[in-house]
Structure formats: C-alpha cells, structure tokens
C-alpha cells in the first residue's frame, strides 16, 4: 500500500490513483457526480415563524422529506449569503494554503480539531479522496482555539459567526420536528442535553481515476442532525434502498441540504430516517462542502422519545450517546475486517486453482 500523503493537493496531479484509495468494485460510484436528480425535496422557510400563517404548510414538507429520504434542502432559511460567501471563500484559501501550513494543524495521533486527509477514524481500510479541517464550537465552553487555523486572516471570526447562525437554524428545524411527533417544541433539542456542534470542511481535489473511489464512503451520520453547505460542482450522494440505486443531490446556490443521523432516527422511533449517504469525486473540478452536525452530548440518553400506537421501541433499551457511537464504529470497523478477510480468501483460492491447473491449460 502506497505511503499516506501529507495533502493531497500535492499528489493532485498524478495521473494514477494511488491504491491506499482505491475502492472494491462494489463501493465504486454508480452514478456520475453532475447526474442530477430532483427526487429530494428543496423547501422554502419562509413563514416558518407564522403560526397562524405556513409554518404549518412548510412543516408537513420537512416532516413528508424527513419518512421519505431523511435528507431535504432548505432556501429562504435567513443565514445571510454575505456570511455564506465568506465562509467559502476563506475555506478554499485554507486549502489553497501550502502543505506545511495546513499540517501545522495536523489532526492525526487522536488530536481533537484541525486538518487531515481522508477521516481523523482510525483504522479506516481504504482512504477517501479528500482533504478536511474540522472544529469543535459547541459548547462553547469547550473551543480549543488552537486546534482552530489562523489562517487565511479572519477566518477564526467568520467562523465563530458561522457556527452560531447554524446552531440557531438547526434548533429551529428540530423544533418542527418535536412538534410533529406529538411532543413540546424544545423535546429534541432537550434530549440533546448540551448539544454539541461539530463542523467539518470538505475538499475534494480533482482525481486522476474517479471511478476507482470515493470523496466520502459511504455511511449515516451517527448525530441528531446535519446542516451541509455545498459548491455547483455536485457529488452528494444518496440512496433509499440499501445502495442498489443511487441518486446525486442537485446543487442549489445557497441552499443547506439538511439531513438526519442516527440520533434523530433513534429519537423518533424510526419513524424519520437517518440518510444514507456518500461523496463522488470528479477529474474536471475541485468541490467544497461544510457539513455542520448538530450532535447529543456524550451522556445524553439515545431511546425513542414516544412511541406511537401499535408500534414497538426499535431500541431493546435505553444506552448513551457514547455507547451508541461506540457500537456504531465497532459494527462498521468489523463490517470492513470481514470483508477484507473474504477477499483475502477469494484470491487465495483462485491463486490455488490457477497453480494446480496442467501447464499445458494455462497456456492453452
């Protein structure tokens, strides 16, 4: 397996794909990164705070999206574009920024905030083609401002500035969801305890071989709630149906694309489904994303907060957040040992029946 590069802006240009990120054959896109789709829904907040008015309308949109897909896009929503134009054109300069500045934030060895290529997960298999920067900004309380890059200058303010706007936004979504599973508007954002706020900036550099691998495998957010901010390239990616078929998220300028996690299905008794989902890279054009996940605090209890008439609890009982996200990354570290180990077998086991054929058959 090739060495793991510093960045990958500096391997960018290679004309073949290293194998530390080539994927099997059955993890590899299906479907283009600008294949567009319109299957998920694009909703307008505009009069979500009209009670008498479409808050109502608007409501039944995000709730029909959220037992539909899991995932829907929000315009209208009152994050100020000017905040949103800094907040990407700072993060591109970040990456713009040459290796040994971006790896003075170097997050690996377990570090918590800063930049790193591919996941800051340990013992991942095969590396997903990005580059990312990631912080912590909530609690407040708990911001480590030197895991946080300083440059390029003012990055640190825009994003202190980007971080509450989302917290505020995503609060306002979970409301909506409080109220259509019957419950007080502040019964989500409660069982969150001390929500906590991770933000994770994506690139996608071009790829030499784009359909060897993945900007991002494919997998469901483990938190309550995700607020991801994307460029025109395109490349998300979802699916309904187990990964048969896959669909790629239209772009829509200034749009957050919202989706849930694991904790919010878990919340709702299942009812609203946690969006599976993955990232395709292209060779024309870079991609920038900013995913913001809303998140419980470690010790918040993850079991259905009501369970409607003839339904069960699809949890067998109450666990913490910690317990859920450490069962979560078990299964899928033990999910991919095994199917490393049932590879390794196959190709064992044709390498045995091409050395017992004749010479004479194999040169037939």
């Not at 009670?51 to 315009?75: L, N, P, T």
């Not at 259509?180 to 933000?199: F, H, I, N, P, R």
Request: proline content about 5%; glycine content about 6%.
């Amino acid at each position: 397996m090739a060495p793991t590069p510093t960045t990958l802006t500096a391997i960018a240009g290679e004309k073949t794909l290293q194998q530390s990120f080539v994927r099997d054959e059955d993890e590899r896109p299906k479907v283009a990164y600008n294949q567009f789709s319109n299957d998920i829904p694009i909703i307008s907040l505009s009069g979500i705070e009209e009670v008498e008015g479409r808050r109502a309308e608007i409501c039944k949109k995000i709730v029909e999206a959220c037992e539909d897909w899991g995932v829907f896009q929000i315009v209208d929503h009152g994050i100020d574009p000017k905040l949103i134009s800094e907040m990407t054109r700072l993060a591109r300069e970040f990456f713009a920024l040459p290796p040994e500045e971006k790896l003075r934030f170097d997050m690996s060895g377990g570090k918590k905030g800063g930049f790193i290529v591919s996941s800051h997960l340990q013992g991942e298999a095969v590396q997903d083609w990005r580059e990312i920067v990631t912080y912590f900004s909530y609690p407040v309380r708990h911001r480590d401002y030197s895991r946080w890059p300083d440059k390029p200058e003012g990055w640190r303010d825009v994003t202190k500035q980007y971080s509450d706007e989302l917290m505020g936004l995503a609060c306002k979504l979970l409301e909506v969801l409080s109220e259509a599973m019957g419950l007080e508007k502040e019964a989500l954002t409660k069982a969150c305890v001390d929500m906590d706020q991770k933000v994770v900036v994506n690139f996608y550099p071009k790829c030499p071989q784009p359909d060897l691998t993945l900007g991002l495998k494919r997998h469901t957010d483990p938190g309550t709630i995700t607020l991801l901010l994307q460029d025109q390239v395109g490349g998300l990616q979802a699916t309904r149906d187990g990964g048969k078929t896959w669909i790629t998220v239209q772009p829509v300028e200034g749009a957050f694309v919202v989706n849930l996690g694991d904790h919010g299905h878990f919340l709702s008794n299942g009812r609203f489904k946690n969006a599976d989902h993955q990232a395709v890279v292209n060779s024309n054009q870079s991609r920038l994303s900013i995913a913001t996940f809303q998140n419980p605090a470690q010790e918040a209890i993850v079991y259905p907060l009501k369970v409607r008439e003839g339904e069960k609890p699809i949890l067998e009982e109450p666990m913490t957040y910690t317990e859920m996200y450490k069962k979560k990354m078990s299964k899928d570290l033990e999910l991919a040992k095994l199917k490393k180990l049932a590879k390794e077998q196959l190709q064992d086991s044709e390498k045995a029946k091409h050395e017992a054929k004749p010479v004479d058959d194999i040169f037939a």
